[in-house]
């Protein structure tokens, strides 16, 4: 039963930077008004989030950069999102109870630290990936976070032993599978619920959510299309568009691609339920396909000078979350020069003309779903939140 307003109605600052980071946000605080309704957010934040009823401070839209040269590129309006974020974890509009900081580990760290200074209590859902580079950021985690809430197995144990509290809680895009199969028509979605024609050979091509990424990746995503509807001429495809990177101007380029490609505002995850097959940059939506039984290829491509600092910082043999979470490659790695077209067309094509292949592939990915346990991700985060507020 929902508790109504207290003496003191507790205000959480939360921070969230990108697409996901605004749905998993979103879905928090739905959670916790669920349990605490007098709740009060503030802090930065997406579409999603405000419709949820977040007081911005800095659109997340705002703060859609990846990579070194990207954040150079556009570190004044970081350092404003920071400065508002700063002053509101100070008190400018209000005493904080708890931050809640949602991945985007760069800045969220040195967020964090700012709100240790002030007095509040930082609890951060979805961990730093520490360990695929950068290992000495477990020290300045263990100084400024009160708790570690991971949304991967394997990270558990791994914040544990190095003495920063922990807690799995589960994968939010879980919920947001089951969620998505429960609103989908009967029968499950479609490429005719897109405007396409069932039984023809569909892909759905996956950019990225960030602008960055939509620079560096859709070039060669279309590229694809083109050569996989050369070999298959039947073949027709999906691109969905995050809100944060939806523009006329990339709608004009993808019109341009020769090949037929239908846009689709957001519904990344419904897409990937329609799809046979796909091709997804490295990110959130890997694991969404994984969830989804879609098989498909992992592409990435960032500025070279991005790509020459970050790559030998990397430590682990995969950068593919579903990879990472069966520990072997479920899904082909094609990063950076590796990235060619042809070579992501190879692997779609040869699941789309080998029935064989396909049920295999799909067979890894059921395995890497059941790995990620039951659904409730948020409900549990919205616990733990809401007892350190008790406690505090």
């Not at 990270?155 to 199969?181: I, M």
Request: glycine share 10%; aromatic share 4%.
């Amino acid at each position: 039963m929902p508790l109504t307003a207290s003496a003191h109605s507790p205000c959480l600052f939360l921070s969230a930077c990108e697409a996901s980071g605004d749905l998993h946000g979103a879905r928090l605080m739905g959670a916790i008004r669920a349990v605490r309704s007098d709740c009060r957010f503030i802090g930065i934040g997406g579409d999603r989030m405000i419709d949820e009823g977040l007081e911005a401070v800095f659109h997340a839209r705002e703060l859609g950069v990846m990579g070194i040269t990207d954040v150079l590129g556009r570190l004044g309006t970081v350092r404003r999102a920071f400065s508002r974020a700063i002053g509101a974890l100070q008190g400018n509009c209000g005493k904080v109870d708890q931050a809640v900081l949602i991945d985007s580990a760069s800045f969220h760290l040195r967020l964090a630290a700012h709100a240790k200074a002030a007095g509040v209590p930082v609890t951060c859902f979805i961990a730093p990936k520490v360990w695929a580079s950068r290992a000495g950021r477990m020290k300045v985690i263990r100084q400024v976070v009160d708790q570690m809430l991971v949304i991967l197995p394997f990270e558990e144990p791994l914040f544990r032993s190095a003495g920063v509290p922990v807690a799995y809680v589960g994968n939010p895009l879980v919920d947001e599978q089951a969620e998505e199969l429960a609103q989908a028509p009967t029968g499950g979605w479609k490429p005719s619920d897109f405007g396409l024609e069932d039984g023809r050979p569909t892909v759905a091509l996956l950019p990225g959510s960030r602008a960055g990424e939509v620079h560096y990746i859709l070039p060669g995503l279309l590229e694809t299309a083109r050569e996989v509807r050369r070999r298959l001429p039947d073949s027709q495809f999906l691109l969905p568009v995050a809100a944060s990177v939806d523009s006329p101007e990339l709608r004009a380029r993808v019109a341009a691609a020769g090949a037929p490609v239908t846009v689709v505002a957001g519904q990344a995850v419904a897409v990937l339920n329609a799809a046979d097959v796909a091709a997804i940059a490295s990110g959130t939506a890997t694991l969404q396909a994984a969830l989804a039984g879609t098989p498909g290829a992992i592409v990435y491509r960032v500025s070279r000078l991005t790509w020459m600092i970050a790559r030998p910082l990397v430590r682990l043999p995969y950068v593919g979350l579903p990879n990472l979470v069966a520990e072997r490659e479920v899904m082909p790695e094609l990063l950076q020069n590796d990235f060619i077209p042809s070579r992501v067309a190879d692997y779609l094509c040869g699941l789309l003309s080998r029935p064989e292949a396909l049920a295999e592939a799909r067979a890894n990915l059921a395995g890497v779903a059941r790995s990620m346990g039951e659904s409730g991700a948020s409900e549990r985060v919205a616990g733990l939140v809401l007892r350190r507020l008790e406690a505090a």
